[in-house]
């Protein structure tokens, strides 16, 4: 299972998700549900702005973990 690891990197870089979403020009809502793991998908471009406004490289923020199992 994919993990997405964006909630650690906020609180890193002590930023809101609320500013974050601004930022990176996705819904809050949006965002939240990357945030919490039920996102199916994230676009590069989507991925490229939140390592960008994060400064941080996609292995920061994605982490596959094994044999873990998706919560339907």
């Not at 939240?32 to 941080?56: D, G, H, P, Q, W």
């Not at 490289?57 to 044999?67: A, I, N, S, W």
């Amino acid at each position: 299972m994919i993990v997405v690891n964006l909630d650690v990197m906020m609180a890193k870089r002590k930023i809101s998700a609320g500013e974050l979403a601004d930022k990176i020009g996705i819904t809050p809502a949006n965002l939240s549900i990357l945030k919490n793991n039920k996102a199916k998908a994230i676009r590069f471009s989507t991925l490229e702005e939140v390592c960008k406004v994060l400064n941080c490289q996609p292995g920061d923020l994605l982490e596959y973990r094994k044999g873990e199992q998706e919560n339907e």
